[in-house]
């Protein structure tokens, strides 16, 4: 009966003139069904049980009959009221776009809101890789008689770095509604999965090999990354052009290798570093790992300058008594060194002209001394004579040192004057007197066998000297 009353919109009351031939002026029918009750008079019959079946269609033939046939029967009464629901039509419109992990809502309206709840047919599709598992596909919403349905679809939050993407929403064609024109709606969904990017650094290199660093995206991009970095170094190690403001492409596999050349020179030098550090940029973040350092080593020894040990020459004064000479050693050494230092007779010997050092004298040098000081004595006589000298003379380096200058000429000057009783026997200077004399000496006859001496013209050969 329920189907019935849904279908049954129109009450019919009144004579008409109804044949079964076709011709309509022989029958009579009074239908009354707008109370929708369980019974109805049918044809003046008043208690027949209403046949529906039968009713209706009497009544499609009642239309026809009205539609196809002129009557010239007398009507007592005729009135017939149709209303019928129009067919609803469905749209559907998108929500704001959201980022990935947020659900995309959509809105479908039926155009006039349905009589009973309404199946519609969609298809939802998306562009990435955002959806939730088994959210995608053909589906059905169902509209109330408010008009109006709501349709979420779940998205997933992962950690994947990806291009954006989108949900859309088409209507499809089915029974009980129409598809409007605005069909379809798209959702736009935004990756939150910015990579994070950290430097490491490799070992450490010597002068004239790169030093090598690697910058790591976590996720990986979805595309090649370009992220700013800064290469500086400690010392004078990198190759021309190399530190300042540099670019590093990542690719989509999340890791990428960066060189620093260095220059291998002949200097001697401090071991330095290189260092590469990452910079804000777009699209992605700095780690906490920003700044890699490797250590570059020099490989240019510096000249190795042995220790030597040097002596100067020196003259000192036969008065000068104690005197202190300098042996030196250059460089210093880091290390304990030593030498032995010994007086060579000359002119001067000992002990008439000077004292010490007959034998070798050890002089220790500790590390880092460059310097140190021995002495001698000098005898001060009362002889009237030249100038004499002898030697200080190393030998016998310790501790790794070798001898640079190991001869020291010292010179005793004579201080002694002339005697005074000697002074009123020479008339002339001492120089002409020695001419004289040796002129005379040339010019003497042959003397007899015997020593003969003379000074200052005086014979002073003693009587009975032999040869």
């Known amino acids: 009966m329920g189907a019935i009353r849904k279908k049954v919109k129109a009450t019919f009351e009144g004579t008409d003139t109804l044949t079964r031939a076709g011709v309509c002026d022989m029958a009579k029918a009074n239908v009354e069904a707008g109370s929708f009750g369980s019974s109805a008079p049918w044809c003046g019959t008043s208690g027949h049980t209403t046949d529906w079946e039968a009713i209706y269609t009497e009544l499609d033939r009642l239309a026809t009959c009205r539609s196809s046939t ?35 809502g959509f809105t479908l309206t039926a155009n006039p809101a349905p009589a009973a709840a309404l199946t519609v047919a969609v298809t939802v599709a998306q562009s990435g890789d955002y959806a939730a598992a088994g959210a995608v596909g053909s589906k059905t919403v169902t509209i109330p008689t408010g008009g109006t349905a709501t349709y979420s679809v779940a998205t997933v939050d992962d950690s994947t770095d990806e291009a954006d993407g989108s949900i859309s929403f088409t209507l499809n064609t089915g029974t009980g509604y129409t598809v409007g024109s605005t069909a379809t709606a798209t959702v736009v969904v935004t990756d939150n999965d910015v990579p994070e990017i950290t430097v490491t650094a490799g070992s450490g290199v010597s002068e004239g090999t790169a030093a090598v660093f690697t910058l790591t995206a976590n996720p990986a991009p979805a595309a090649p990354l370009t992220v700013a970095v800064t290469v500086a170094q400690s010392g004078d190690y990198a190759a021309t052009g190399a530190t300042g403001s540099k670019t590093v492409t990542i690719p989509t596999g999340g890791t990428a290798t960066y060189s620093v050349s260095t220059v291998d020179d002949s200097s001697d030098e401090a071991n330095g570093s290189v260092s590469v550090t990452v910079n804000s940029g777009t699209g992605y973040t700095v780690g906490s790992t920003a700044t890699a350092t490797v250590a570059v080593s020099d490989d240019d020894l510096a000249a190795v300058t042995t220790p030597s040990f040097s002596i100067d020459d020196l ?35 000992s002990p008439a002209d000077y004292l010490g050092l007959s034998q070798p004298l050890i002089v220790p040098f500790p590390p880092g001394q460059t310097e140190r000081t021995a002495k001698f004595y000098v005898q001060n006589d009362s002889h009237d004579e030249g100038n004499e000298s002898f030697q200080l003379v190393l030998s016998n380096p310790m501790g790794g040192a070798v001898i640079a200058d190991g001869v020291a000429e010292v010179t005793i000057e004579n201080t002694d004057p002339m005697p005074a009783a000697w002074l009123p026997r020479f008339g002339r200077t001492v120089s002409q007197q020695v001419v004289d004399a040796l002129q005379e000496r040339f010019s003497a006859p042959p003397t007899p066998p015997g020593l003969h001496l003379t000074m200052a013209g005086e014979e002073l050969t003693g009587s009975g000297a032999t040869p």
């Open 315 to 349: 003259t000192v004064k036969e008065e000068a008594g104690m005197v202190s000479f300098k042996i030196k050693l250059s460089p210093p050494s880091t290390r304990m060194t030593g030498v032995y230092v010994q007086a060579k007779a000359g002119s001067a010997t």
């Open 70 to 104: 002129t009557t010239s029967s007398t009507t007592t009464s005729s009135t017939t009221t149709s209303t019928q629901l129009a067919t609803p039509t469905v749209t559907i419109t998108a929500g704001s776009g959201i980022s990935e992990g947020t659900a995309a």
